[in-house]
């Protein structure tokens, strides 16, 4: 259960993508961004909440090594 520590970034690396999505379709001109942005925050959202509900189940198992 150790790699889930590090899934969390994953959702940072897929927001930033999709923001930069986002910048890159209002540089365009031609399409609407707002579904970029709406994916980006919520990969913003879920890095918060698995980051939250990662410290809240280790401070369940105190002598998990």
């Known amino acids: 259960m150790g790699y889930l520590k590090y899934t969390q970034y994953a959702y940072l690396v897929i927001a930033i993508l ?7 379709k209002i540089n365009a001109g031609g399409e609407t961004p707002w579904l970029s942005f709406l994916i980006a925050g919520m990969g913003i959202f879920m890095f918060f909440f698995r980051r ?3 410290k809240k189940f280790d401070n369940q198992n105190p002598n998990k090594k």
């Open 52 to 54: 939250k509900f990662s």
């Open 18 to 24: 999709f923001i930069y999505d986002a910048v890159m």
